[in-house]
């Protein structure tokens, strides 16, 4: 079964507007980590956000904040106030357990931001 | 903030050479690195965890004597693809784990078999 599921291999919007990646994922285990990397064309990782599963409060950094709803088993990406710089690929990833750091990638969402 | 370098960032090379791709932690140390594979517009998958001074695990699937993995230090992890062939062509990427959990990926290396 799909560990991590990004339902939407496309998204547009309009510089300056707000707009929310899709992240669900699949885990019987308690403690767990959720994370969002950017991608861009020069292929680099860059990490976005993090979120505990016993974090109570969403996560934000920035321009970016994490929709995170436990029971539902989501974890959507916000970034407000999109900037033409944000287009790229966007990957939500899993970690399961704790310390040990072996990321399980969704197969992306690639941003478009329009002028 | 942690830098990983992955060296070289591309290489091209002949159907049937090795190619060493390496990955280095440059102001901390890294017990654990791990090695991903990522074809055009595709996600990354994980291959193998590289544990200093131990085998690699490798994930199912991914063949332990096409892709050595050789974690001699608490800087360094090098994979090296034997015998390449043209669908060894991919973009490979490395991440490594600091004293605090923390992951950091290397800029990557897109490997092209002729």
């Known amino acids: 079964a799909q560990k991590i599921t990004q339902t939407q291999p496309g998204m547009f919007v309009q510089e300056k507007e707000a707009v929310t990646l899709d992240c669900t994922y699949d885990t019987s285990d308690q403690s767990y980590g959720l994370f969002w990397y950017k991608q861009p064309s020069s292929g680099e990782m860059i990490f976005l956000i993090y979120q505990g599963s016993y974090d109570e409060q969403n996560a934000t950094e920035g321009r970016y904040s994490l929709n995170f709803q436990k029971a539902r088993k989501s974890a959507n990406l916000v970034i407000s106030a999109s900037q033409l710089g944000d287009s790229a690929m966007y990957f939500c990833a899993m970690r399961e357990g704790r310390g040990y750091n072996k990321l399980i990638f969704g197969a992306g969402t690639r941003l478009a931001v329009h002028p | 903030g942690a830098v990983v370098s992955q060296h070289p960032s591309r290489v091209i090379c002949k159907s049937g050479t090795s190619v060493k791709i390496e990955c280095r932690s440059l102001?901390?140390?890294?017990?654990?690195m791990f090695w991903y594979r990522q074809f055009p517009k595709q996600s990354l998958m994980l291959m193998a965890t590289?544990?200093?001074?131990?085998?690699?695990?490798?994930e199912q699937g991914v063949e332990k004597d096409k892709f050595l993995i050789n974690h001699a230090s608490l800087t360094l992890s090098t994979l090296t693809v034997t015998s390449a062939h043209p669908e060894d062509s991919s973009f490979y990427i490395c991440s490594a784990r600091d004293q605090l959990e923390k992951l950091f990926f290397g800029s990557g290396t897109q490997l092209s078999v002729l």
């Open positions: 590289s544990n200093e001074g131990s085998k690699a695990t490798y």
């Open positions: 102001d901390f140390q890294a017990t654990t």
